[in-house]
């Protein structure tokens, strides 16, 4: 199933998916899982806040000890990730419904604390969610240099053939640059004025820059402030890469028409059921079917939907994909190298 070729989907969802779907809908809504918790989200925002607080302080403390200034740039990564997951949660609707308190949310955690353009990337990830694994379809297939499907392969030129004939062994390696890598997105959409208000988000991503590295540089000598950037950004990149790369990547693809929000969202998808340190670091999207399925889900209540969908699927015959984390990476590296084989077979004859 991880190695099948693009599906192709001519034909239309039919009625009886629909109204499976409208089905399920109603047992998540009679468990009480699609209900606001803005009080919890209140208390984990404060959290994390705090935890961040603590972090500069130590940085503050630790007066450049190289060691010292490497355990509290991985702190803060850690805590950098949290802030993620808040921009998350806060562009699906999770914490509020509120389009004011939202925007609030998303502009100061993701513009303003992480450097990150809130506007370009709920309009990047809606997109995702709309259309997960399509190939001509999902921004977070086309904005990679891997491919993810043979037919991706006959694309590529240059050093970017070169990066996806050898990505089953680059692609963890490389991941490391996601968090830069989703900043300069950012740029690049505002630079295109292809988000609503550019100037307000480009001037909170300026103030984040000249205020972090700012204080990164004036607590610390060059030489140790290398380190903790290097540290800090290259294990924010791992948080943030290896948190979404499992989701979908080793999954079907497909070309063509969409399929049901249910087929769409259940095939393409895998969910890692873990315990509640799995779920800290993965933000709750190890459980990534029931996610895409109610996105609007606060984050607290997918582990309580899982054993819902799970046993709905089983009902309805419809497969679903439940791995361990290690194996899920197994299986992508795997996929990986099955999608590029293409491109090492012609480079071995050339």
């Known amino acids: 199933m991880t190695d099948s070729p693009a599906v192709s989907t001519s034909s239309d969802s039919s009625g009886t998916v629909d109204e499976d779907f409208r089905e399920l809908t109603g047992r998540i809504q009679d468990a009480g899982l699609m209900r606001p918790r803005k009080g919890r989200y209140a208390a984990r925002i404060a959290v994390v806040w705090l935890m961040n607080a603590v972090g500069w302080a130590a940085l503050v403390l630790c007066r450049g000890v190289w060691w010292q200034v490497a355990v509290v740039a991985v702190w803060l990564a850690v805590w950098h990730g949290q802030?993620?997951?808040v921009v998350h949660d806060a562009g699906h609707r999770q914490i509020t419904?509120?389009?004011?308190?939202?925007?609030?949310?998303?502009?100061?955690?993701?513009?303003?604390?992480?450097?990150?353009?809130?506007?370009?990337?709920?309009?990047?990830?809606?997109?995702?969610?709309?259309?997960?694994?399509?190939l001509e379809l999902d921004p977070d297939i086309l904005r990679r240099v891997a491919v993810f499907a043979p037919e991706q392969a006959q694309d590529r030129k240059g050093f970017a053939r070169f990066l996806a004939a050898n990505q089953r062994y680059l692609f963890f390696p490389l991941l490391g640059l996601e968090a830069v890598v989703l900043r300069i997105a950012g740029i690049i959409a505002l630079r295109r004025r292809a988000i609503r208000r550019p100037l307000l988000e480009g001037g909170l991503m300026a103030l984040h820059a000249v205020l972090f590295f700012g204080a990164v540089f004036l607590i610390l000598p060059w030489p140790t402030a290398l380190l903790f950037l290097a540290v800090h950004q290259g294990l924010l990149g791992y948080l943030l890469g290896l948190g979404f790369a499992i989701n979908h990547k080793g999954l079907p693809t497909r070309v063509g028409k969409e399929w049901s929000w249910l087929e769409r969202q259940v095939l393409t998808a895998r969910t890692l059921p873990t315990g509640l340190v799995g779920d800290f670091f993965f933000g709750g999207l190890n459980y990534q079917i029931e996610h895409h399925l109610f996105p609007g889900m606060p984050r607290a209540a997918l582990r309580h939907a899982y054993p819902i969908v799970k046993e709905f699927c089983t009902e309805r015959e419809i497969p679903y994909v439940e791995t361990g984390v290690l194996e899920s990476y197994w299986d992508l590296a795997r996929h990986l190298g099955a999608a590029s084989q293409v491109l090492r077979e012609k480079a071995a004859t050339a």
């Open 83 to 85: 802030l993620a997951f």
């Open 97 to 134: 419904r509120s389009r004011k308190v939202i925007q609030v949310l998303g502009l100061i955690h993701g513009n303003l604390m992480l450097g990150v353009c809130f506007g370009w990337w709920v309009q990047h990830h809606n997109r995702h969610h709309n259309h997960p694994n399509h």
